[in-house]
């Protein structure tokens, strides 16, 4: 029988968090689904006794199926295994570290009834430390700005989305992920609910700074061409000023004013300050040209090791999904 809601999520060293998480989950579902749930959680590549932790659990109960990576691929690829492997008439994507609150689903999943296609969580609040809280919000902001869709506001991958939509995000396979952009993108009936986010329930935040301007990076290269509009413009703007300055310096030497150009300090500071400009439109157009490489190669997005709880249609539908353009290995 086919769920009625497929839950998806990621888990890297979360063995602290999994009994919390299973436990509050669980009556959650068993209240809103009637029982017919499945929920696929996605090792990617934990170290701390995660994984033996997931198979226990999907040995008790078959709902709850296992997705182990063949090492750690990222929050991204993780999210989008779940998606190329759920069966349910909607699928919630969340985090394993309580941040993103169960009891939520339920009004994800009323709103859904509503005939809502796309239900996505609003972070009111945010708990933890100030700077990370102010680049998320600086972030969200700039991305609304200069995005070419239309990006809610601190919303993050905490959703609900309808299994036609799923499908679509399915066929979309670009190795640089960012799914809450692609969500936006794909379009369809979307709705936002406000919450409170807190804070972890235990461990430490898999999310580094390397990882997070990596994952802002591709939300504005990903669904943005202004910076490289800007780049254009900054290098017509540099090559005006100083094609005028090159007229000027003319005029006056010929002229032999009192206010010819002598020395060579502005001429270094002008020379050093358009090579550091030069060099950060490379920078731009390097890093649409890396992710254009990343197409190229066609390596897919992870590698499954094993998988733990799913039938033989399960098996299927997942193949079905990664036959795009993910290898597996092992079953």
């Known amino acids: ?9 990621p888990v890297y060293n ?40 997931l ?22 690829s993780a999210l989008q295994a779940g998606l190329d492997a759920a069966t349910g ?7 394993a570290d309580l941040q993103d609150p169960p009891e939520l689903l339920g009004h994800f999943i009323d709103k859904w009834r509503e005939g809502y296609e796309v239900v996505y969580a609003i972070r009111r609040n945010r708990k933890g430390s100030a700077w990370k809280r102010a680049a998320y919000k600086i972030f ?79 939300g504005y290269i990903g669904f943005s061409s202004l910076p490289l509009r800007v780049a254009a413009g900054l290098g017509l703007l540099f090559a005006a000023s100083g094609f005028i300055l090159a ?17 060579w300090t502005s001429t270094i500071a002008v020379i050093l300050f358009v090579s550091g400009v030069q060099l950060i439109i490379l920078g731009v157009i390097g890093e649409y040209l890396g992710r254009v490489y990343d197409e190229i190669r066609q390596r897919p997005p992870y590698i499954v ?5 799913f039938s033989n249609e399960n098996l299927a539908s997942a193949d079905q999904g990664e036959a795009i353009a993910v290898s597996t290995i092992g079953r």
């Open 1 to 9: 029988m086919r769920p009625l809601i497929s839950i998806v999520i």
């Open 305 to 309: 090791s094993s998988r733990i709880g």
């Open 247 to 263: 007229i000027w310096a003319m005029l006056e030497k010929l002229l032999r004013t009192a206010f010819a150009p002598q020395g």
């Open 89 to 95: 008439q909607a699928v919630a994507l969340m985090d």
């Open 140 to 218: 969200y902001r700039t991305m609304k700005f200069i995005a070419e869709i239309d990006a809610p506001v601190d919303a993050g991958d905490f959703c609900l989305m309808d299994h036609r939509v799923v499908q679509i995000l399915v066929s979309l396979r670009e190795r640089n992920r960012f799914l809450r952009g692609l969500r936006s993108w794909v379009g369809f009936k979307q709705t936002g609910i406000e919450y409170d986010r807190p804070s972890r329930n235990a461990g430490q935040p898999k999310y580094t700074l390397h990882k997070l301007i990596r994952l802002a990076l591709s």
């Open 55 to 76: 198979d226990a659990i999907s040995l008790g109960d078959r709902r709850y199926k296992v997705i182990h990576f063949s090492r750690n691929f990222g929050h991204q």
């Open 14 to 53: 979360e063995s602290d968090n999994l009994a919390a998480l299973t436990s509050r989950l669980h009556l959650i579902l068993e209240t809103v689904s009637g029982g017919a749930f499945e929920v696929l959680f996605i090792d990617d590549g934990s170290r701390d006794g995660s994984s033996e932790l």
